[in-house]
């Protein structure tokens, strides 16, 4: 079974430009979340998505922005790059069912 | 609001050493789940366990096993004879699972273990 695929794996890009990352979640699981990990902050949660609905958000500015298609994969996209959006973006899948959620290799973003 | 703490920031080991990774959690719910993750350099979180609140008994998955205490709102983690692949960064992290699953982490631990 494959597990989360997390694309593209790196990205680098300038400040003021926009970026896209995507996210296909396990098979069956309906439940995408997105979290942001930095040295300084550590991991935060960023957007819960389910059946297409954000069901919840986090504390960041609307720069970011998430959806989910019906086929579950989601994209997160953050406009108007700063040097601080540098980090490493997780996306985790859950079941509806249940609160494991496992985590793809995520998408290092650097913004110069 | 919930908040997870782990206030070992780094450990390092002798391989074979037992280990243990400490991790207090708060929350007002009664209702909760804890999680342990490995993050090896990789960067993948890698799930290895969780534990629902309404369930104290411990566990043990060969060399992990898992302390779970409400009375001191503690779940702990320790590494049976740790091996250099047990190096990496653990987190702790929690949710209450009522209309969402976000995770609370905490900082993490980072674990090296030397051969």
């Known amino acids: 079974k494959a597990g989360v695929t997390q694309t593209p794996r790196y990205l680098i890009k300038t400040r003021g430009q926009q970026v896209t990352l995507s996210c296909s979640p396990i098979s069956g699981h309906r439940s995408v979340s997105w979290y942001q990990q930095t040295p300084g902050q550590g991991l935060q949660f960023l957007f819960e998505y389910f059946s297409e609905t954000q069901r919840n958000k986090g504390n960041f500015p609307g720069r970011f922005s998430g959806r989910q298609f019906s086929n579950s994969r989601s994209e997160m996209n953050v406009s108007t790059l700063e040097l601080g959006d540098s980090a490493l973006y997780l996306c985790a899948s859950s079941l509806a069912a249940g609160p494991e959620a496992f985590f793809g290799q995520g998408t290092r973003l650097t913004v110069v | 609001a919930q908040k997870v703490t782990q206030a070992q920031t780094e450990i390092s080991v002798v391989e074979k050493e037992d280990v243990t990774l400490d991790c207090v959690y708060e929350t007002r719910d009664t209702t909760y789940y804890l999680f342990w993750y490995k993050q090896p350099p990789s960067g993948e979180l890698v799930f290895l366990i969780r534990r629902n609140s309404f369930d104290e008994q411990n566990e043990i998955s060969g060399r992990y096993s898992w302390n779970f205490q409400k009375s001191t709102s503690s779940f702990n983690f320790t590494i049976t004879a740790s091996q250099v692949v047990d190096s990496a960064v653990y987190f702790c992290?929690?949710?209450?699972?009522?209309?969402?699953?976000?995770?609370?982490f905490g900082k993490g631990t980072k674990l090296s273990v030397i051969p």
């Open positions: 992290a929690l949710t209450s699972g009522a209309g969402s699953y976000q995770l609370t």
